[in-house]
């Protein structure tokens, strides 16, 4: 069954410090989506990406973040200078067209910030 | 705006008892909604989903939700918990616009010996 990759698992950074994570799609998705989940706590939106571009994005995904499709695979989020209360589990997830189909998510990647 | 409310953070059931977990929900269109899990250290996998065709849905691991409209509600069930059952489940909605999914707060299913 087609998954959603992302790397990696576990990422420990400095307070201040840029970080990427990555993310490998299915391949016949069109929307793309970052979700975050703090330990303990729900699982919130940040940000839908389709045909190149932000579609959506929530009161979370400030200046700090930015998403990219650097080429035909692979779809990033980047958190340009980190604060201790970005550590959390972010999970990237991918869906057909039209959400009645589901999303499917990846094993998600825990930012520690220190 | 749609959301969710998940009635129970915590719920624990025997092995071999019925599993109920709670969701109502809040939109201003049909939604479609949707049960996902998360075992420990894992991340989100789909168990079932209403997009307004059956409203009784049959979803994997035994599990099924039955969509009300009158009580705004789509609630989880298993007849027989299962040791394997243990972890978070959680209700999403989104509305047919293709806006994006609405978490509620996870319900934690601890299933005791």
């Known amino acids: 069954e087609p998954e959603v990759t992302q790397t990696p698992s576990h990422q420990v950074t400095q307070m201040g410090q840029e970080v990427i994570l990555r993310c490998v799609p299915i391949?016949?998705?069109?929307?793309f989506y970052w979700y975050r989940q703090i330990l303990g706590q729900k699982v919130e939106f940040l940000v839908s990406f389709y045909n190149n571009e932000i579609s959506e994005k929530s009161e979370i995904f400030d200046d700090q973040f930015s998403v990219e499709r650097p080429d035909g695979s692979n779809f990033t989020l980047k958190i340009r200078s980190t604060k201790l209360e970005d550590s959390a589990m972010y999970f990237c997830a991918s869906s057909e067209p039209k959400v009645l189909y589901g999303y499917t998510f990846g094993s998600g990647t825990r930012l520690t910030v220190v | 705006a749609q959301s969710v409310t998940q009635l129970g953070s915590h719920v624990s059931v025997s092995e071999g008892a019925l599993v109920l977990l709670r969701c109502n929900y809040s939109?201003?269109?049909?939604?479609?909604l949707f049960w996902y899990v998360q075992y420990p250290n894992q991340g989100l996998q789909l168990l079932l989903k209403y997009t307004s065709a059956a409203t009784l849905v049959k979803g994997i691991n035994g599990f099924e939700a039955e969509f009300k409209k009158s009580e705004t509600s789509f609630h989880l069930t298993k007849p027989s918990a299962h040791m394997s059952d243990a972890a978070e489940y959680f209700c999403a909605v989104s509305d047919p616009g293709n806006t994006p999914l609405v978490f509620g707060k996870g319900t934690r299913l601890s299933v005791i010996a």
């Open positions: 391949s016949n998705h069109l929307y």
């Open positions: 939109s201003s269109v049909p939604p479609y």
